[in-house]
């Protein structure tokens, strides 16, 4: 069966799923001639000669068609989206899991990613796969790096669920926050010299540092694997503190701050993220249970 063939037959399957491609003009130079990714599916698979991977992620709750508040999903797709792959997307709703995906995930769990015909769950282990198996660009994160942040999540989880403002998990979020605050900071250099004119309304746009683009990540001046797992995990803190805590990051944290903007702002964080609603109605059950 020809690609166009299988991919025509997938789309009329009754699953709901996506085709995603990569934005970046520059892949397709490299590996072949440029299309526009406004073309019909078929012009694009040929153009990049790649089967799309298939991926099962949590469906919105909110808007159809999309995928909803899994920080872990949103990991397994921006990396695909940083390494530039074409994947199929299955959507799947997680209060009323199909029969198929049970069959695909017994634990009833996502991500799961379809690698040489056999699907793999879990987010470190697909993200290590995507590594191997497509190695260019990298995205691995030195050993000595890879842990930078990772108490933030679980730490901002203990804040979230807390009921005693006096308990400390204020605290310790806070704690955790301005370690990797002090860390990028170490990573970063400011701009030296005079400001041009679009530093200059940024600066007091954001009311906080600007920074050159040397550095800007765990990895310095890449993305990394390290980014890739904790920008969604500081999105998910924006947007479920601040709705239910009232609560943000203080501006004493201008690196952390700085940081997830440069982040949150990047084409695949924006394409593959879930919706402040999602985010709100993901968390309600632990916050109000």
């Known amino acids: ?3 166009a063939v299988a991919l025509s037959s997938s789309l009329k399957h009754n699953l709901a799923l996506g085709i995603r491609f990569p934005q970046n003009p520059s892949f397709y130079r490299r590996n072949g001639p440029k299309v526009s990714t406004f073309r019909t599916f078929t012009v694009a698979m ?3 000669n790649t ?7 949590k469906a919105s709750v909110i808007t159809p068609n999309k995928p909803g508040d899994c920080p872990f999903c949103q990991r397994v797709l921006l990396t695909m989206e ?13 209060s009323n899991k199909p029969e198929w995906f049970l069959q695909i995930s017994p634990e009833g769990k996502v991500p799961v990613v379809k690698f ?12 290590q796969s995507l590594e191997e198996k497509y190695p ?6 030195p ?4 842990l930078v942040g990772s108490k933030i999540f679980s730490t901002f989880i203990g804040f979230l669920k807390s009921k005693d403002p006096s308990g400390g998990t204020e605290q310790a979020l806070l704690d955790e926050l301005s370690s990797f605050n002090d860390y990028i900071k170490e990573n970063v250099r400011p ?6 004119v679009l530093q200059f309304v940024d600066l007091l746009h954001n009311r906080f540092m600007v920074f050159s683009l040397k550095g800007p990540f765990i990895n310095g001046e890449k993305i990394s694997a390290a980014d890739l797992s904790l920008a969604p995990k500081l999105y998910h803190l924006e947007i479920a503190l601040g709705h239910y805590k009232k609560w943000s990051i203080p501006d004493t944290l201008p690196y952390t701050k700085s940081y997830m903007k440069t982040i949150f702002s990047m084409d695949s964080f924006m394409k593959t993220r879930a919706s402040p609603e999602d985010v709100i109605a993901g968390w309600r059950p632990k916050v109000m249970g």
């Open 116 to 127: 040489d015909e056999k699907w793999v769950p879990d987010s470190d282990v697909i993200a």
């Open 1 to 3: 069966m020809s690609t």
């Open 82 to 94: 940083e390494k530039h792959l074409p994947y199929e997307m299955k959507l799947v709703d997680l």
């Open 143 to 146: 050993q000595e790096k890879a």
């Open 46 to 48: 040929a153009a990049i």
């Open 191 to 196: 701009l030296s010299g005079s400001l041009n």
């Open 51 to 57: 089967t799309p991977l298939e991926i099962c992620v």
């Open 136 to 141: 260019d660009p990298p995205l691995v994160t």
